[in-house]
């Protein structure tokens, strides 16, 4: 796998680049641009506009990036039942509504709520 230091003017910090190999497509040519781009520093806030880097959603690179499991480091993570797996697992946080499965890599829907006792759960869904 390539990677590449490039400057970020979406988060003004230098972050890394990986260039994943293509998935194999079967009985299609390869595509020159196959390859993804996941960008190692990817942080929550990104997640609200879109990565200057590859033109993308920012969600997106979140989501690239937690399926890669190449910089879990990179995320806040919640303990949760996956809709996906039906396992309770960590989920790392993409942004304030999406978490994905480290288990399964299902992207759940979470909301964070707080009963009345100051406890609080996290709810999935899908
Ligand atoms: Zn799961």
Redesign the pocket.
Known sequence: MKTEIAHCSGCGHKVRLAFTDPPPRDGHANLPDGAEVVCLDYQEACSGGKCPMTGKAGVVMGVRLAKSHLNDAAFETVHAQ??????V?E?EVLDGSLAL??????T?SWVRMKLPDDTEVILTGR
């Open positions: 996956c809709e996906g797996c039906g396992q697992s989920l499965c480290t288990l399964c890599n299902t759940n």
